[in-house]
């Protein structure tokens, strides 16, 4: 790969599952010039997308959806994209895959901490797309309805590992757990190493712990406030 700006369409293909890293990798990839880079977030806040995304999980789409859906992003990171690393490297050919890596354990711990969480915890009003969309491509899709499994999901982790192994050439592979910092990343993307640029350190559970207890709030206040409102309405017609 020689200048991230020359080449048109997705540089790389994140094909490593969710909280590898994955937020502090997108910041990263963006400053080395591969932004924007599509990553869950990206999915969440854009409803539109949900759909794209169930679609896919479904089969059909051609390389050319794929191309069109991803005009404009450089590369790609974490659900839902992650699961999809097949299509897009068909759909784009150039392009290097980046598997990244972290303990199997501390994988699931924080991803059921997070992520799963937070399914169960979304009001009543967020968008029920997103919702459909985290279940057909992750929690009923990719995990077979059974990430409350620890067992299963370790497997379906270690052999999603496996396949993307076997399915990418070495030559356009790079494992990589972002502990590694910017030195086998920028080799792999061909790009120099940000010079006095300390690799982005994202500690997103944080965020998601505060996001599950503004989730539940609002889930204990939007009653409530229906509840004011009655009553308010009550004593109003009374007086």
């Known amino acids: 790969m020689t200048s991230a700006g020359v080449s048109r369409g997705l540089l790389l293909i994140g094909a490593g599952f969710g909280r590898t ?19 869950m977030q990206t999915a969440m806040t854009r409803p539109g997308h949900a759909r794209f995304w169930i679609r896919a999980r479904g089969g059909g789409l051609t390389a050319e959806d794929y191309r069109r859906f991803f005009a404009g992003y450089r590369s790609t990171v974490d659900w839902p994209a992650c699961e999809f690393y097949c299509e897009l490297m068909a759909a784009y050919p150039q392009a290097k895959v980046l598997l990244n890596l972290r303990d199997a354990d501390a994988w699931y711990d924080s991803t059921r901490a997070t992520l799963f969480a937070v399914k169960d915890a979304l009001p009543g009003w967020f968008p029920q797309s997103v919702l459909r969309m985290q279940d057909a491509v992750i929690w009923d899709g990719w995990m077979g309805g059974r990430f409350t499994d ?27 757990r972002v502990e ?30 505060r996001m599950l207890r503004m989730f539940r709030l609002a889930n204990w206040a939007a009653p409530l406030a229906v509840v004011g409102a009655i009553a308010a309405g009550i004593a109003w017609f009374v007086a």
């Open 180 to 209: 590694q910092g910017w030195p086998p990343l920028c080799e792999f993307l061909g790009v120099p190493v940000p010079d006095g640029v300390p690799f982005p350190r994202v500690n997103d559970r944080r965020d998601f712990e």
């Open 21 to 39: 890293g994955t937020t502090s990798l997108k910041q990263a990839l963006e400053r080395l010039g591969l932004g924007p880079c599509y990553h």
């Open 150 to 176: 620890r067992a299963a999901a370790l497997a379906v982790y270690d052999a999603h590992i496996r396949e993307v192994r076997r399915a990418v050439p070495a030559e356009r592979l790079l494992e990589y």
